[in-house]
């Protein structure tokens, strides 16, 4: 049996997202939602119910989709040795840095109380080992998982047409913030001349303006098209 825990609210791409609950008839898992404090904080947002929401579970392993150095993570440690439960974090980590109080402490804490560890790639399994956790307990496997019923080859040709694709396609899926480095990738492109040659950008954010702005500085404004995110 599986339940899934999640902020009522977070933010995401410039919106509010609020998951909403379901029974696990529908899926055949649970989704229970529940306030935090500090949305949209990664390393300091924490549920004030947390203990009270997995004690009424019981699980048998707390599976906590945060890096080991954020309060959630440290809510799991400790409800997980409290409750005599196994735990399991996951981490995209790739840059060995030292934290600033308490996170490095969380971090430390949290790599010594886990029972396995998930890396999304092979950097982050390393910086595991550097620090020091057991490669034994450390497992390698990319996120996201997708619906291969939804997510599979399909015939393109008419959404080329309706995007005004060329013969050559660049593209970048994601969120329009600073930290992803797309108007990098409009130098770059604007450096292109290959004929017929686009650049598709599908996602939101709030940088979405400026970068529409920077396509058309750049002359590449009928070259560059975006795409607002599902």
Same mark, same amino acid.
């Given at each position: 049996?599986?339940?899934?825990?999640?902020?009522?609210? *977070?933010?995401?791409?410039?919106?509010?997202?609020?998951?909403?609950?379901?029974?696990?008839?529908?899926?055949?898992?649970?989704?229970?939602?529940?306030?935090?404090?500090?949305?949209?904080?990664?390393?300091?947002?924490?549920?004030?119910?947390?203990?009270?929401?997995?004690?009424?579970?019981?699980?048998?392993?707390?599976?906590?989709?945060?890096?080991?150095?954020?309060? @959630?993570?440290?809510?799991?440690?400790?409800?997980?040795?409290?409750?005599?439960?196994?735990?399991?974090?996951?981490? *995209?980590?790739?840059?060995?840095?030292?934290?600033?109080?308490?996170?490095?402490?969380?971090?430390?804490?949290?790599?010594?109380?886990?029972?396995?560890?998930?890396?999304?790639?092979?950097?982050?399994?390393?910086?595991?080992?550097?620090?020091?956790?057991?490669?034994?307990?450390?497992?390698?496997?990319?996120?996201?998982? @997708?619906?291969?019923?939804?997510?599979?080859?399909?015939?393109?040709?008419?959404?080329?047409?309706?995007?005004?694709?060329?013969?050559?396609?660049?593209?970048? @899926?994601?969120?329009?913030?600073?930290?992803?480095?797309?108007?990098?990738?409009?130098?770059?492109?604007?450096?292109?001349?290959?004929?017929?040659?686009?650049?598709?950008?599908?996602?939101?954010?709030?940088?979405?303006?400026?970068?529409?702005?920077?396509?058309?500085?750049?002359?590449?404004?009928?070259?560059?098209?975006? @795409?607002?995110?599902?």
């Amino acid at each position: 049996e599986l339940t899934l825990l999640l902020p009522k609210a *977070w933010p995401e791409a410039g919106q509010r997202a609020e998951p909403i609950p379901q029974p696990k008839e529908i899926e055949g898992f649970r989704i229970i939602t529940a306030p935090i404090f500090l949305e949209g904080r990664v390393k300091r947002h924490f549920y004030p119910s947390f203990f009270n929401q997995v004690r009424d579970l019981q699980p048998d392993i707390i599976h906590v989709e945060e890096e080991p150095y954020s309060l @959630v993570a440290w809510q799991a440690a400790r409800a997980a040795q409290k409750l005599g439960s196994k735990l399991v974090f996951f981490t *995209w980590e790739n840059l060995l840095e030292c934290f600033e109080f308490p996170h490095q402490n969380i971090r430390n804490y949290v790599l010594k109380k886990a029972d396995h560890a998930i890396a999304g790639d092979q950097e982050a399994k390393t910086l595991l080992e550097k620090a020091d956790y057991p490669s034994s307990k450390i497992s390698v496997i990319p996120q996201y998982g @997708v619906n291969p019923d939804l997510f599979k080859k399909k015939t393109t040709t008419k959404l080329k047409k309706e995007l005004k694709l060329g013969s050559f396609t660049i593209g970048y @899926v994601g969120r329009l913030v600073p930290e992803k480095g797309i108007g990098t990738l409009l130098e770059a492109f604007a450096q292109l001349s290959l004929t017929g040659s686009k650049l598709l950008l599908i996602g939101n954010g709030p940088l979405r303006e400026e970068l529409e702005e920077k396509a058309r500085d750049l002359d590449i404004g009928d070259r560059a098209i975006f @795409v607002k995110a599902m």
